[in-house]
């Protein structure tokens, strides 16, 4: 059962061969076995989840169930849970239990899905390894000295171990699709707006956005199809129709146009990477799609734009965690602006203290117009290069991550080389768009390689499509690591 689709779970639930708490058992006890060596979570409900699967259970026997009921999922641990703790992997929160339930955790209860418990992550979202989590690094089940990439690595972890057969994470600069792309499972970041980002815990709020981790773009496709649609408690969710990602599923991709940006095969990817992205558009043009060169001119300036938004929106955002209301407060202090200072310095850790200080800088008097403004415009710029490349192309191709997953550990120590890793992705949340990662071959050491894929705003069922016409030719997406 761990190596089903969750349409084949579906439809052994609605036969009666499997029932929802035969298949929770299943998964929690995987988990139990697996966990301690990969960390992939921080919080396991198992009664919880127990509880939701009798519930499901009685749905499916009452003929009320809907393509996800009892089927297990495991979601980011910066969904907030009522009444099961939700950390965001940090000291500061490391015991807060949520009153209420997160906009995507409600929909997907409303779908049936059982919750197994709550994934690691970077603290606050902050970091491309997964490293920067107060509960320690996840570890990639691939080969446990290396990273399983952020900020959704511990998502990333369960679905590709088979810990869970599905699972939410978050994207505000790669965060889905760079640890989709180093363990080897499909993950989706859609358009900005399309899942609402309540009860999400914010980072940048003008970048964060919710996404789908599955085995294969059919799976994000069901379960993309649950978490999304409008929510009024959201200012920036978008007023649209729900919409069903798994129509346009099986269409051929004769005619298609792959837009292949020449900014993105440039310097900077290794050979193993590129051989297998090669590989991956020679497999689309086997299958009637033809790839057309298009520029992205300004996606080089991505990376020091990101890295001037993000930091001052979470300067912003995290203000909110002073020690007074919740989370954690210093034992010891002398007056409140010692018990501020003293709760934060302890509260956080390394990472998301430099991205605070970076973003409370650009913001300062005298700086604001001189970073966060020309940031702003290059943002634009981005966003227009995307506009104009696509009156020439369908979708965009390329790299997830310009190299394979790295040893824990080796980039720790170099921020920008660890901001670099996410080269390719950052520039699709500046501009809002939605972008897919997909498992297309294997690099240095057999380590996965994710390709990108990019669409047009509020072109997610395409783009999961494209990602299916190469999943139906291949099985990269069927290759499971040796653990368990």
Same mark, same amino acid.
């Given at each position: 059962?761990?190596?089903?689709?969750?349409?084949?779970?579906?439809?052994? #639930?609605?036969?009666?061969? #499997?029932?929802?708490?035969?298949?929770?058992?299943?998964?929690?006890?995987?988990?139990?076995?697996?966990?301690?060596?990969?960390?992939?979570?921080? @919080?396991?409900?198992?009664?919880?989840?127990?509880?939701?699967?009798?519930?499901?259970?009685?749905?499916?026997?009452?003929?009320?169930?809907?393509?996800? @009921?009892?089927?297990?999922?495991?979601?980011?641990?910066?969904?907030?849970?009522?009444?099961?703790?939700?950390?965001?992997?940090? !000291?500061?929160?490391?015991?807060?239990?949520?009153?209420?339930?997160?906009?995507?955790?409600?929909?997907?209860?409303?779908?049936? &899905?059982?919750?197994?418990?709550?994934?690691?992550?970077?603290?606050?979202?902050?970091?491309?390894?997964?490293?920067?989590?107060?509960?320690?690094?996840?570890?990639?089940?691939?080969?446990?000295? !290396?990273?399983?990439?952020?900020?959704?690595?511990?998502?990333?972890?369960?679905?590709?171990?088979?810990?869970?057969?599905?699972?939410?994470?978050?994207?505000?600069?790669?965060?889905?699709?760079?640890?989709?792309?180093?363990?080897?499972?499909?993950?989706?970041?859609?358009?900005?707006?399309?899942?609402? !980002?309540?009860?999400?815990?914010a980072y940048a709020s003008s970048l964060d956005q919710g996404g789908a981790f599955g085995r294969s773009a059919e799976d994000c496709a069901l379960l993309l199809s649950a978490m999304a649609g409008f929510d009024p408690r959201d200012s920036t969710?978008?007023?649209?129709?729900?919409?069903?990602?798994?129509? $346009?599923?099986?269409?051929?991709?004769?005619?298609?146009?792959?837009?292949?940006?020449?900014?993105?095969?440039?310097?900077?990817?290794?050979?193993?990477?590129?051989?297998?992205?090669?590989?991956?558009?020679?497999?689309?043009?086997?299958?009637?799609?033809?790839?057309? $060169?298009?520029?992205?001119?300004?996606?080089k300036l991505a990376i020091p734009a990101y890295y001037v938004i993000a930091p001052a929106e979470a300067s912003s955002n995290l203000s909110r965690f002073d020690g007074v209301r919740y989370g954690h407060r210093a034992p010891e202090y002398v007056?409140?602006?010692?018990?501020?200072?003293?709760?934060?310095?302890?509260?956080?850790?390394?990472?998301?203290?430099?991205?605070?200080?970076?973003?409370?800088?650009?913001?300062?008097?005298?700086?604001?117009?001189?970073?966060?403004?020309?940031?702003?415009?290059?943002?634009?710029?981005?966003? $227009?290069?995307?506009?104009?490349?696509? @009156?020439?192309?369908?979708?965009?191709?390329?790299?997830?991550?310009?190299?394979?997953?790295?040893?824990?550990?080796?980039?720790?120590?170099?921020?920008?080389?660890?901001?670099?890793?996410?080269?390719?992705?950052?520039?699709?949340?500046? &501009?809002?768009?939605?972008?897919?990662?997909?498992?297309?071959?294997?690099?240095?050491?057999?380590?996965?390689?994710?390709?990108? #894929?990019?669409?047009?705003?509020f072109d997610e069922a395409r783009l999961l499509n494209v990602a299916h016409g190469f999943q139906q030719a291949t099985d990269w997406h069927r290759r499971m690591p040796a653990v368990g």
């Amino acid at each position: 059962m761990i190596e089903a689709s969750l349409k084949d779970l579906a439809a052994a #639930l609605r036969a009666g061969t #499997l029932s929802s708490v035969e298949l929770a058992t299943l998964f929690l006890d995987r988990i139990d076995a697996l966990n301690p060596s990969l960390n992939a979570f921080i @919080t396991v409900d198992r009664d919880g989840a127990l509880s939701a699967a009798r519930a499901a259970d009685a749905r499916l026997a009452a003929g009320t169930a809907g393509p996800l @009921t009892g089927i297990p999922l495991a979601h980011k641990d910066v969904f907030c849970t009522e009444g099961v703790r939700t950390t965001c992997a940090s !000291r500061m929160l490391e015991n807060f239990v949520s009153p209420y339930d997160a906009h995507v955790v409600s929909q997907l209860k409303a779908a049936g &899905a059982v919750m197994l418990g709550k994934t690691n992550m970077d603290e606050y979202a902050m970091g491309s390894s997964n490293e920067n989590s107060h509960f320690g690094p996840a570890k990639n089940p691939w080969d446990a000295s !290396r990273v399983p990439g952020g900020s959704s690595g511990g998502s990333a972890v369960a679905v590709a171990a088979r810990l869970a057969p599905m699972a939410t994470g978050t994207d505000t600069g790669g965060s889905v699709r760079q640890p989709a792309a180093l363990t080897g499972v499909t993950g989706i970041k859609p358009t900005y707006g399309v899942v609402s !980002r309540y009860g999400m815990i914010a980072y940048a709020s003008s970048l964060d956005q919710g996404g789908a981790f599955g085995r294969s773009a059919e799976d994000c496709a069901l379960l993309l199809s649950a978490m999304a649609g409008f929510d009024p408690r959201d200012s920036t969710s978008v007023e649209r129709d729900t919409e069903d990602y798994t129509r $346009e599923l099986g269409k051929p991709l004769a005619g298609l146009r792959i837009g292949l940006p020449k900014e993105f095969f440039a310097e900077g990817m290794d050979d193993d990477v590129r051989a297998a992205t090669e590989a991956a558009l020679e497999q689309y043009r086997q299958l009637g799609a033809t790839t057309v $060169e298009v520029s992205l001119p300004n996606a080089k300036l991505a990376i020091p734009a990101y890295y001037v938004i993000a930091p001052a929106e979470a300067s912003s955002n995290l203000s909110r965690f002073d020690g007074v209301r919740y989370g954690h407060r210093a034992p010891e202090y002398v007056d409140l602006a010692d018990m501020y200072s003293k709760s934060r310095a302890q509260g956080f850790g390394a990472e998301v203290k430099r991205r605070i200080l970076v973003g409370t800088y650009v913001l300062s008097h005298g700086y604001y117009d001189a970073y966060y403004l020309q940031a702003q415009k290059l943002r634009r710029l981005i966003a $227009e290069d995307f506009i104009a490349a696509f @009156t020439h192309c369908d979708v965009i191709a390329g790299p997830t991550s310009p190299t394979v997953a790295w040893p824990i550990g080796e980039k720790s120590d170099d921020p920008v080389q660890m901001y670099l890793q996410d080269i390719y992705t950052i520039a699709v949340n500046l &501009a809002g768009l939605p972008g897919l990662s997909l498992p297309c071959g294997t690099g240095a050491g057999d380590l996965p390689v994710g390709l990108q #894929l990019i669409g047009n705003y509020f072109d997610e069922a395409r783009l999961l499509n494209v990602a299916h016409g190469f999943q139906q030719a291949t099985d990269w997406h069927r290759r499971m690591p040796a653990v368990g």
